[in-house]
Nanobody, 115 residues
Framework: QVEITESGGGLVEPGGSLRLSCAATTNIFSIYDISWHRQVPGQQRERVAYMHTSGRTEYADSVEGRFTISRDNAKATMYLQMNALLPNDPAAYFC?????????WGRGTQVTVSA
């Protein structure tokens, strides 16, 4: 069974940066499309960044130009570099690995933006 663990969340001031990491216990990490999502209590989960296995990326309008998704297949790890964080960015952030067979989810890491 694949285990997925996010890390890197925390408290940051507005305008600051954080880098989230998501490590998976799989030796076939490269076959998965990867995504980062966020969820605020009472709201639907929102996908903020996506990377196809080809390297093609997509971003939500709300984070375009500020967030960057990346991956290291050799380490079975994906990242979300978040810059210029805004007061509406706080949420629980989740990573997912997607294939035609299934979607695997991490448990999330909390990001708080406060002065």
């Amino acid at each position: 069974q694949v285990e997925i663990t996010e890390s890197g969340g925390g408290l940051v001031e507005p305008g600051g940066s954080l880098r989230l990491s998501c490590a998976a216990t799989t030796n076939i990490f490269s076959i998965y499309d990867i995504s980062w999502h966020r969820q605020v209590p009472g709201q639907q989960r929102e996908r903020v960044a996506y990377m196809h296995t080809s390297g093609r990326t997509e971003y939500a309008d709300s984070v375009e130009g500020r967030f960057t998704i990346s991956r290291d297949n050799a380490k079975a790890t994906m990242y979300l570099q978040m810059n210029a964080l805004l007061p509406n960015d706080p949420a629980a952030y989740f990573c997912s690995l997607d294939s035609i067979h299934r979607t695997l989810w991490g448990r999330g890491t909390q990001v708080t933006v406060s002065a």
